[in-house]
């Protein structure tokens, strides 16, 4: 069975980064997007964590190094704070893992 791998960046890797990567695995499961592991990190980290996690994609909350990151695909990640285009956010990220 394949495992989805989400890094999850923001400014600490501590709040942000889990609020966002919750909601993210809550909405992703609920589109059959199933099993998700989750790494998080704070943003000075990304590139280190990036190359050796090689996650799946990379949602951050935090303006990250995307020129850096090009080999990954990246999702601002904003609305699972705000809930404000949430469903839209996660519909991309879904339709993204499951044409991979």
């Known amino acids: 069975m394949r495992i989805y791998k989400v890094l999850s960046v923001c400014g600490t890797g ?14 992703l499961e609920e589109r059959g997007i199933s099993p998700i592991e989750v790494l998080e990190c704070k943003v000075s980290e990304v ?6 996690y090689r996650p799946d ?12 990151l ?5 999702f601002r990640a904003i ?12 519909d991309q990220i879904a339709e993204y893992l499951k044409s991979k």
């Open 47 to 52: 590139l280190t964590a990036a190359e050796s």
């Open 14 to 27: 501590i709040a942000t980064s889990t609020v966002a990567s919750e909601k993210c695995r809550e909405m």
């Open 70 to 74: 090009r080999d990954f695909k990246t």
């Open 79 to 90: 609305q699972f704070l705000t809930g404000i285009g949430k469903e839209a956010l996660a």
């Open 57 to 68: 994609v990379i949602i951050h909350t935090a303006e990250i190094p995307t020129d850096a």
